[in-house]
C-alpha cells in the first residue's frame, strides 16, 4: 500500500487547508484511514480517523468542530479539511492506513505516507 499525502502550505490563523491522502496497492474494501501529526518537540498525535466502510469517523479533541475528515470511495482518496486553523495547528501531518478496518490506535496503522507540512502564522 503506498499513500501520497499532499495540500500542506503556508495559512494564516483563521484560514483553511485541505489536505488529501491517495492511496494505491493492494488497500482492500475496508480499512481506516487516519491523519496523525507531529509538531516540533511533540510527540505525535492522533488526529481524524475515517473508516472506509461505513464512513465512521473519530477526531482529536483539540480539532473537534474545525477539521473534517471525508473520503472518495471511487478514488480511493481520504481528505482533510481543515477550518479556523491556529499556530498551534502547525506540524507535519500523516496519513496513515489501517488495514483491520475498525481499530483507531496509532499502533494499528501501518501504511504510512511521506507527510505533508503545514503551517500557520499568527
Known amino acids: 500500500v503506498q499513500l501520497q499525502a499532499s495540500g500542506g502550505g503556508l495559512v494564516q490563523a483563521g484560514g483553511s487547508l485541505r489536505l488529501s491522502c491517495a492511496a494505491s496497492?493492494?488497500?482492500?474494501?475496508?480499512?481506516?484511514m487516519g491523519w496523525f501529526r507531529k509538531a516540533p518537540g511533540k510527540e505525535r498525535e492522533f488526529v481524524a480517523g475515517i473508516r472506509w466502510r461505513g464512513g465512521d469517523t473519530s477526531y482529536a479533541d483539540s480539532v473537534k468542530g474545525r477539521f473534517t475528515i471525508s473520503r472518495d470511495n471511487a478514488k480511493n482518496t481520504g481528505f482533510l479539511q481543515m477550518n479556523t486553523l491556529k499556530p498551534e495547528d502547525t506540524a507535519v501531518y500523516y496519513c496513515?492506513?489501517?488495514?483491520?478496518?475498525?481499530?483507531?490506535?496509532?499502533?494499528?496503522?501501518?501504511?504510512w505516507g511521506q507527510g505533508t507540512l503545514v503551517t500557520v502564522s499568527s
Open positions: 496513515a492506513v489501517n488495514p483491520d478496518g475498525m481499530s483507531m490506535m496509532v499502533s494499528r496503522f501501518i501504511y
Open positions: 496497492g493492494r488497500t482492500g474494501t475496508s480499512y481506516v
